[in-house]
């Protein structure tokens, strides 16, 4: 069974910097990618990041390009989202998503598995 743990998310002000992390279990995760997905109230789902595990490749959303990067330490079986220069419409719950696949996908549906989120607030 693959497990999906987010933590670090928090309050910080605009500008300020947040890591979060997904500590994956259940699985051996070189065969998989892995993405980090956000969603305001009353807002769809979007695609932040991804990352693939096997050789480190990764794709990011034009919103964050420049601000965000993903990375992975394959030892802790963690993935990290380091997150800078961080503006209020960052504010949303952040997901930890993974798939079987060596693609870097940003359909979330295309995700079977998914972590509990965890909230990203900045401030103005």
């Known amino acids: 069974q693959v497990q999906l743990v987010e933590s670090g998310g928090g309050l910080v002000q605009a500008g300020g910097s947040l890591r979060l992390s997904c500590a994956a279990s259940?699985?051996?995760?070189?065969?998989?990618?892995m993405a980090w997905f956000r969603q305001a109230p009353g807002k769809e789902r979007e695609f932040v990041a991804a990352?693939?595990?096997?050789?480190?490749?990764?794709r990011s959303a034009d919103s964050v390009k420049g601000r965000f990067s993903v990375s992975r330490d394959s030892a802790k079986n963690t993935v990290y989202l380091q997150m800078n220069s961080l503006k209020p419409e960052d504010t949303a719950v952040y997901y930890c998503?993974?798939?079987?696949?060596?693609?870097?996908?940003?359909?979330?549906?295309?995700?079977?598995?998914w972590g509990q989120g965890t909230q990203v607030t900045v401030s103005s």
């Open positions: 998503a993974a798939d079987r696949t060596i693609f870097l996908r940003i359909t979330s549906r295309t995700y079977p598995y």
């Open positions: 259940g699985r051996t995760f070189e065969s998989y990618t």
């Open positions: 990352i693939r595990w096997s050789d480190g490749s990764t």
